[in-house]
């Protein structure tokens, strides 16, 4: 009677910890790109363009 809550409470958690993972994981990636970038302009830029990527990226996945 508990197994499909147990199941889902495994397979939640397993989700959780990769996504917390990966997302540290981004986090240092992006604060070594943009502390290494030393223009103003260059760093503006990026994190204009950051977003936009992101967004491609993902309507790609999901309406491909």
Known sequence: ???PAVLIGIIGGVLGAIFT???IKM???RRRVFTRLRHAVA???LRF???L???VRI???VFA
């Open 21 to 23: 993972i990966l997302n």
């Open 27 to 29: 986090a240092r990636f």
């Open 59 to 61: 309507r790609c996945i």
């Open 1 to 3: 009677m508990f197994a």
């Open 53 to 55: 990527v992101i967004v």
């Open 49 to 51: 363009f950051e977003p």
């Open 43 to 45: 760093q503006k830029i």
